[in-house]
């Protein structure tokens, strides 16, 4: 299109004025109202006050404002075309929309929950704790042990386990051919050493054990956790209602006046009710009749 005068209907759509001037000028020659426009357009009244008054900044991306202008335009009995290749001449804008990068947010189920990582911290814990205890011997570990009745003499009837030592079996032939007078002789030759029946009870741990120490009868604790490798527990000279219950009695040492007397099981042994007293743990450590 030339930048010659260019004329609709008597109105002058080039020249000195800009479009939005002519417009104007239009409108208040047909009386009418900004606002009535903007309501029969639907062209919000701000953008319609901005083309006439020429701030195209303030005006939406250029495809949106072409399209108001043509509104505009028809509306007033103006060629739509005409008075937006005006307005494209005019303007400043851009002619085509930059695109914006969103930059979209992390969504909330992609990032565990302050209690979901606390749950899971609480859990690993427990399991922790768990594997601890079984290697502590809390739960008896894997054997049963056999059962049997403190003998008589005892003097709280305690029932403690004990392990089957599996049979003996010769080494060597010279061995099988030792006779019997001569182990009979060797058996008493090495007694074991006489338990003390009075004088201080201490329980020492060689390795880390679990162990409980509590009344016959209400079973009230006096003790009970875990007793790391060189704690000790004496026992107090004028209890003697006290029982010990621990899940590895070869980790535990016992001495009654500073002797001390036979391992209380295997390693991993579980014993309970073991009387803390100079003639129980006495009792313990005497043969039993066949």
């Known amino acids: 299109m030339s930048d010659e005068l260019e004329t609709q209907d008597g109105i002058d759509l080039g020249g000195a004025r800009h479009i939005g001037e002519v417009l104007r000028a ?31 900044d303030t005006l939406p991306a250029l495809p949106y404002t072409i399209g108001f202008v043509k509104s505009y335009a028809r509306i007033l009995g103006l060629d739509p075309d ?4 005006q ?15 969103d930059h979209e947010p992390i969504e909330d189920v992609r990032v565990p929950t302050r209690g979901a990582a606390l749950l899971g911290i609480v859990l690993l814990g427990v ?15 894997d054997e049963t042990p056999a059962v049997a009745e403190a003998p008589a ?8 386990a004990v392990d ?20 009979a002789t060797a058996a008493v030759a090495t ?11 201490v329980v020492t741990a060689r390795e880390d054990a679990w162990v409980k120490i509590y009344e016959t009868g209400s079973g009230r604790s006096v003790f009970q956790g875990v007793m790391a490798a060189g704690d000790r527990y004496e026992v107090p000279a004028d209890r003697q209602d006290l029982l010990l219950w621990t899940g590895r009695a ?33 009792a313990r450590a005497q043969p039993r009749a066949e």
């Not at 003499?153 to 403690?160: C, E, K, N, W, Y």
């Open 250 to 282: 070869g980790a535990l040492d016992l001495t009654v006046g500073g002797t001390a007397i036979p391992p209380l099981g295997a390693a991993t042994q579980t014993v309970r009710d073991v009387p803390l007293t100079a003639a129980g743990l006495s």
């Open 153 to 160: 003499g005892s003097d709280d009837g305690a029932t403690v």
């Open 191 to 201: 007694p074991a050493p006489a338990v003390p029946t009075g004088g201080t009870i």
């Open 127 to 141: 399991v922790v704790l768990a594997v601890a205890a079984w290697g502590l011997g809390w739960f008896g570990g």
């Open 82 to 85: 005409t008075t937006a290749e």
């Open 164 to 183: 089957t030592p599996p049979a003996p079996q010769a080494s060597s032939p010279a061995a099988a051919e030792v006779p019997a007078a001569d182990a």
């Open 26 to 56: 239009r409108r208040l020659e047909l009386g009418r109202e900004l606002a009535d426009i903007a309501h029969q357009t639907r062209v919000p009244l701000r953008h319609l006050t901005a083309i006439e008054e020429g701030k195209h």
């Open 87 to 101: 307005f494209r001449r005019e303007t400043t804008k851009p002619d085509r929309v930059i695109p914006t990068m």
